[in-house]
């Protein structure tokens, strides 16, 4: 059983910056392709970034082309999201998953770190 602990929010003035953190334990992170999704109050929880279990690919929603990049590390187990040029519409709670099988649905769920951007 993979647990993932995410951490790194927090409050930051528009056009700045956080890197949020995933810790996995519990299983081989080097097995899991990993997403980062997040979910604001009243809305549907959105896709943001994938890397793929050899971080040798990445893909990413296009409201956070650009500014986002998802990284990971397979030896300390931890899958990063630097948040660069943060928008007000940037704030949710960001939620790491991983899974199993490439393309397939996401097996393991962290319970997310709150981000709030002001304007």
């Known amino acids: 059983q993979v647990q993932l602990v995410e951490s790194g929010g927090g409050s930051v003035q528009a056009g700045g910056s956080l890197r949020l953190s995933c810790a996995a334990s519990g299983g081989i992170l080097s097995r899991y392709d990993m997403g980062w999704f997040r979910q604001a109050p009243g809305k549907e929880r959105e896709f943001i970034a994938v890397i793929r279990w050899s971080g040798s690919s990445t893909t990413y929603a296009d409201s956070v082309k650009g500014r986002f990049t998802v990284s990971r590390d397979n030896v300390k187990n931890i899958v990063y999201l630097q948040m660069s040029s943060l928008k007000p519409e940037d704030t949710a709670v960001y939620l790491c998953?991983?899974?199993?099988?490439?393309?397939?649905?996401?097996?393991?769920w962290g319970r997310g770190t709150q981000v709030i951007v002001s304007s």
């Open positions: 998953a991983a899974r199993r099988i490439a393309y397939g649905p996401y097996n393991y």
